[in-house]
């Protein structure tokens, strides 16, 4: 059986923390897997029963020391590789590949680019194109640019896995723990950063209750969120917002939504609108790069236009474009006949991002031949998958 390195800064609350999670247990079955994490502290996913090798090297303040992080990293890999006889390491996200490359071996070296922002460091990108066996893109949109911009043939495109079966049994095991009993509760997902625009939905919000009382608004996420509950007070909805922190099964707050929002200018693929989709929940998103066009292809959900990075916290002004996304939400809510077509949709789409096909993908590339039986209920089976 090969040996797969899945190689991670931490798995604290993250979009590419959590797919490497999710990666290393869905690979179990084919490979030999373990997982190499710079900082071990505060795990947030479940990872239990796949070995994991702490580095014990947190990112450090300043260029020098963020240089001699990637040297010492690449060192300790290197030893890990060799010691484990490593046939793939995979890493996620530019840190984790800088160590990756630094670490060289005979290894085959997978660069995972989990995010648009990753392209603002060209001379990075070049060097992932130059040295990588394999450029794994979340979204088509990255992959496309990086074919197109840096000539790189090794760039492939691989979509996040979801699970809607486990997303739902998920739902099922607590209560959400709400300040509200009842009313419509807008949800949105993501650790308190700039790039979530979350200053523009609390005013777009604002907008929204004052037409429609009932509506609320819950963003899950890991933060203090000290200017936003500010924002909140300022704009007379504190009572209305509630800001739960870091949950590490966020699907029963999800199951009592009744609408998703996506406020971001930057992102790679949105895990948690896919698995906001998986529980039902329509959604407006904006058209940033990247990855709610592709997702919703404007007939899964409603697409907006992206909105300013600039961070505004003052109160008394309202954009053109925030008072435009309030009437989208407001024009929405009020139609229960296109909310009924939207969950109906949601639904729909989130089914096309299986675990099936990205573990054919994984497989492929590595020349390994996954065999799967289904048992009599019809249910997926993987412990006779082999090496080819």
Request: charged letters at 30%.
């Amino acid at each position: 059986m090969k040996k797969l390195l899945l190689i991670v800064p931490s798995l604290h609350q993250g979009g590419l923390e959590k797919v490497c999670a999710a990666t290393a247990r869905l690979m179990q079955p084919y490979f030999d897997v373990r997982i190499a994490i710079f900082d071990s502290r505060n795990i947030a996913y479940d990872i239990k029963g796949i070995p994991v090798s702490d580095l014990s090297l947190p990112s450090r303040p300043g260029k020098i020391a963020k240089v001699i992080n990637v040297i010492r990293r690449g060192i300790k890999l290197r030893r890990l590789k060799k010691s484990e006889q490593t046939d793939i390491a995979y890493s996620f996200g530019p840190t984790a590949n800088l160590a990756n490359l630094a670490s060289g071996g005979r290894s085959e070296k997978w660069l995972g680019i989990r995010s648009y922002m990753d392209m603002g460091n060209p001379r990075q990108i070049r060097l992932f194109c130059k040295c990588a066996d394999r450029v794994i893109c979340c979204s088509e949109t990255i992959c496309r640019e990086v074919w197109e911009k840096y000539r790189c043939e090794k760039a492939v495109t691989l979509q996040n896995p979801f699970d809607m079966k486990e997303v739902k049994a998920l739902s099922e095991l607590e209560e959400a723990e709400l300040p509200w009993e009842t009313g419509r509760i807008l949800i949105s997902m993501g650790r308190e950063d700039v790039v979530k625009g979350f200053w523009h939905l609390l005013k777009s919000f604002a907008l929204v209750h004052g037409k429609l009382p009932d509506t609320k608004l819950m963003i899950i996420g890991k933060g203090e969120f000290s200017s936003y509950r500010e924002l909140a007070g300022k704009l007379g909805i504190d009572d209305a917002v509630c800001f739960t922190g870091l949950k590490k099964n966020p699907y029963p707050y999800l199951k009592r939504g009744s609408l998703y929002m996506l406020t971001s200018y930057y992102e790679g693929f949105p895990n948690a609108m896919v698995e906001a989709m998986s529980m039902g929940l329509p959604v407006i998103a904006t058209d940033c790069m990247t990855g709610p066009r592709e997702i919703l292809e404007e007939q899964y959900g409603i697409l907006v236009p992206n909105m300013s990075p600039a961070e505004d916290f003052n109160p008394e002004h309202i954009t053109e474009e925030e008072r435009k996304l309030a009437d989208r939400i407001t024009a929405l809510l009020e139609d229960q006949e296109k909310m009924a077509h939207y969950r109906e949709m949601s639904l729909k789409r989130a089914g096309d991002y299986t675990a099936e096909s990205y573990i054919q993908k994984i497989c492929q590339w590595a020349g390994v031949r996954p065999f799967a039986v289904y048992d009599t209920a019809g249910e997926r089976d993987d412990r006779n998958a082999y090496r080819q």
